[in-house]
Nanobody, 114 residues
Framework: QVQLVESGGGLAQPGGSLRLSCVAS????????MAWYRQAPGKERELVAS????????SYADSVKGRFTISRDNAKNTVYLQMNSLKPEDTAVYYC???????WGQGTQVTVSS
């Protein structure tokens, strides 16, 4: 079955960095668009970034452009989200998801606070 295991979250100071990882299994990872979403308390889940199967096409929410970078390693079935210049408003639970499959991992909590 499809499994998505996110990790790398934690507490960061404003202006700091974190790198999230998501290890996927149970589907053809190397041929699947992947995405990172986030959900802040009291808000709807939102798309943060997506990456095409070969990693050539990237897209970002306006709120994270220039600060976050999505990447993938198809040999490791892993998608990453490098988050720099973090802001308190980036605080949320972050999830990875195959764009065309309705599966979610457990998420990883990111808290940005001084």
């Amino acid at each position: 079955q499809v499994q998505l295991v996110e990790s790398g979250g934690g507490l960061a100071q404003p202006g700091g960095s974190l790198r999230l990882s998501c290890v996927a299994s149970g589907f053809m990872f190397s041929s699947t668009y992947m995405a990172w979403y986030r959900q802040a308390p009291g808000k709807e889940r939102e798309l943060v970034a997506s990456i095409s199967s070969a990693g050539r096409l990237l897209s970002y929410a306006d709120s994270v452009k220039g600060r976050f970078t999505i990447s993938r390693d198809n040999a490791k079935n892993t998608v990453y989200l490098q988050m720099n210049s973090l802001k308190p408003e980036d605080t949320a639970v972050y999830y990875c998801k195959p764009r065309t499959l309705s599966y979610w991992g457990q998420g990883t909590q990111v808290t940005v606070s001084s």
